[in-house]
Each structure stands twice: as structure tokens, then as C-alpha cells.
């Protein structure tokens, strides 16, 4: 049994959040499914609220810090990516475009990635389709076919979800894992790789790298 790296991106502004609760129930459908597939796997989770200042920092300098640095590797590193938004104005929000404004143009060509999104409302329902697909299609990830859409009258009490919701949970996961079952295991990033590679850490150099 092979471990795989599962990459969540969640763009929820509040804490608790319902982009966030979406987001890990996709994720726990993924791990599920992939291991009825026969891998194990392990999650990485990106809250990108707490990236808000960091992204913009990214934006004006050029450069990552080591937090946003460090969930930048996280995500480009994986074997498939779950990528949640709330809507804002009829699309994903600007936090949510900026994170993948900020990665390398390359970084997610041929990634499999789940697509979900939260509103307010059930009118935003299409939001995946006309907003979220072209992007992930201009990056050249490979978006799963199904989408995952919650509104308020989605979520049951507790926390919990209604049958439809549930049913397009399990469908999308086993898409998404049937995606990376296929791929091989992703291998590490190189820290001393990309545009500024080449240069070792201090503490590199005293280790004899």
C-alpha cells in the first residue's frame, strides 16, 4: 500500500466555516476511496485565511515567505488537490485566486483536483462551472467531473448533510481517487529547485550539502 499526499485548499474567511466543513468532508471521502483502492493517505490542509497578509506580501515583492512557502510546497507536491472557495460576487473569492496566482504557471499541470464551493444561496449553484473549470483548465490540472456545490439548505443539523449533498460527496471522491490511483506517488520537492535554486541554507552548508 503506497501513501499518497492529498493537497485541501480551503478559502473560508470564519472560523468554524462551512467552506471549511465541505472541505473536510471531501477529504474524508477521498481518503476513504482511495483506500478502497489500496493506498493510504495522507492529508495536507491549507487554510488560506491564514495566508491573507502573506499572499499579499507574495504579490508585491515576488517572494513566498517561509509560512506561504511552506503550503505553496504543499500543494504542488501532492497527488491530487481539493480546492474549496466561498462565492464572492458571482466566483470564487480574491484570497482563493491570489493563492493560485502566486504559484508557478506549471506547478499543477496534470494535478487530478476536486472542485467545491459555498454560498449563501442556491443561485451561485454554477459557479463551479463558469468560474472555477477555466481556471483550473488555464493551469492545466485535471478537474474531476463531478462538482461539489453546498447552499445553506444543504447542511442538516450538527454539522450534517442531506442525502443529495452526501451522494455528490462520494461520487466526486471516488473520481478524484480513482484519478490519483492511477498516477504515481509524487516525489518531494527539491528546496534548492526553481527560479532561485542552487543557493543552500546556512544550515545546509553546515551539514555538508
Known sequence: MSTRILAVVSAGLSTPSSTRLLADRLSTATVAALRERGDDAAVEVVELREHARDLADNLVTGFANASLRGSIEAVTGADGLIAVTPVFSASYSGLFKTFFDVLDKDALTGVPVLLGATAGTARHSL?????????????????????????????????????????????????LADLIAGRPPATPADPFEGPFGGTPSFEALLRGV
Do not use: S
Not at 477555466?134 to 448533510?161: N, S
Open 127 to 175: 459557479v463551479i462551472e463558469h468560474a472555477m473549470r477555466p481556471l483550473f483548465a488555464y493551469l492545466r490540472a485535471i478537474a474531476v467531473p463531478t462538482g461539489v456545490f453546498a447552499a445553506p439548505e444543504d447542511w442538516g443539523g450538527d454539522g450534517g448533510v442531506d442525502r443529495a449533498l452526501a451522494g455528490r460527496i462520494e461520487r466526486t471522491a471516488g473520481e
